[in-house]
């Protein structure tokens, strides 16, 4: 890992992301990516961990300062502890959280790339193959889509963990055992979503070793069993606050919200509408949110071209060429007679259109002759033949050579990124294809019921590509004789990866830093105790939740307790706050409730409630003896709530 060659590699992807990344690059200590939306709420959920991790106090780590007065407040989202590696060491040396945001930031392009890089090397043996599918999972047009989900700009410790993974299962070292526990590790407590992912591929991958008998002996099991204990001893102290969470609040995502969230069968032709190249096409189709899951034309060819370098052995299984392809013709009507067995139902009931999980679903009836011919084939395998004597050749295929195991990590991410239902998203409308296997992962596997977004499985999708992709390249530089010659070609194709993903200038928003924050902030660092403090206005309604996190953000120089908040979950004195409980701010009823909330400071920002304001402060002169002004600076009015009773 540590040869010239990887450090100029490593060196090389650093360069290009500050290209695909520009202009980022001028303004890292005064602007973060995209909006000020969930940059913002990332950059307070990691500044709020390395502030405990630098008072030692991990214990109230979970115990956020956000939603007051309900406590273990850093479970209603993301903790991102994982990608304290960077934003700890980066906001000590800075003092600037936007600077260590941007550094998490960049290093997900960077070291995503890196890490593929080394994984295809290992596969391969090809450095030239393995630079491409560092371009192609590093800097992925779908990366571009995300820029305000830091989150899923963290997934570099995939290819690290499968990386080790195989050297692990190569030579049965604790080393790499050691190595893959730790990244596999970083990549959980990074993102939670890519955690849960992997945890599902990492046990199909064990369990097809299994399968072909290199994990039966004991010393192997117990090196595994080495794994499970050391990841459950790691992450059962920072999952149980999740868990707990769930249980005291009912934190669950339905399967309406997943399906909502979930890519449809054309999400995978959808660009980003910011990229160049093939922006108009996105712009074209449908908005939706998360759905712009488009992966390139050269990646897809170069991984279509690594699944046909070894097709025979992917779906006969070394040596086994005499199978008919019609087998696998029923197999595919069987499979997909499953996923039809809704439509059918729908159809015996009479139904045209249709609401189910409360969306909204239309079914045409030319899809019936068709529905009954996979149902009729599905009777005729049944009574005729054993169809475990097809899917046996299959799965020996599989899991005989590499590129089987990534291709069926391939085709499973895609089917698990579609939802629970298998639809096509047309607007107004949902048109109902069949039940998706992600309703499984749904029901019956822990932690899956409390994604929101499906579609995220895109990143294994992503994955999967430039893994193939790698075998791709591999046998385009075998046709190539000399060496000269196959540097162009990867310098080529490189070339085509990045100007299908260019989006540059990404979009960025400027954030006060360090002495430029307001006025209001730095006197609150300096009053002394722990106390509580709302912010108003709250947000109108629940599209613009997002403006809280401002607060929060700011909140990082002063720490004291926020009423305000914004998270992947809302406690319910907070949806009540700004749906009812503010509205009529100042009566008798809102102070009432501020109190009992115990709330010591109410800040308010003028310029926020722009014409309502004037009305506003006469009405806070009739509550002078219970709400008196403490302070002003610029648009922000600091109020002090009293103890005593009355106007």
Known sequence: MYSPRNIVVLLSFSIITIIMTYPLVRNTGSSIPNDLGDPLLNTWTLSWGAHK????????????????????????SESLLGNQIFFLPATVLSGNPVFAYNIVFLAGFTISAFGMYLLAYYLTGSCLAAVVAGMIFGFSPWRFAHLGHLQLQVAQWIPFSFLYLHKFIDTRSYRHLMLFTAFFLLQFLSCGY????????IGLFLLIEFYKGHLRDRDSLNKLGLFLLTSSVVLLPVLYPYI??????????SVRDAIFLSADIFSYFKPHIQNHVWGWIGRLLPQRGESELFTGVTATVLAITGITKNIRLIYHGKGDTGKSWKKYLWLTGFLTAIG???????????????NFFGISFRVRRLYLPVIFTFHYTLIWLLVKTRIRSYVRPIVSGMTNVREGFYLLVLLLSILLSLGPIIHVYGGDKVILIGLGPYSILHQFFPGFDGLRVP??????????????ASFGVLKILGCVRSCSGKVVSVVVLSIFILIESASFPIPASPVAAGSNIPGVYKWLANQKGDFAILELPLPGQTTDLWKETQYMYYSIYHWKRLVNGYSGYFPPSYNYLYSEGMKDFPSDASIGLLRQLGIKYIILHSAAYGNDWEPIKRGLKVYSGTVRPVNHFDEAYVYQLAEGEGR
């Open 455 to 468: 579609s995220r499985f895109a990143v294994m999708v992503v994955f999967a590509v430039s893994v193939l």
């Open 194 to 201: 890519y955690g849960l992912f992997l945890s599902l591929f």
């Open 53 to 76: 991790i630098l008072e030692g106090d991990i214990k109230g780590l979970f115990n956020a300062n956000i939603f007051h007065p309900y406590h273990n407040t850093l479970a209603y």
């Open 244 to 253: 707990r969470a769930r249980h005291e609040m009912g934190f669950t995502r």
């Open 340 to 354: 039809f067995d809704i439509l059918l139902y729908l159809f015996l009931n009479g139904d045209v259109d249709n």
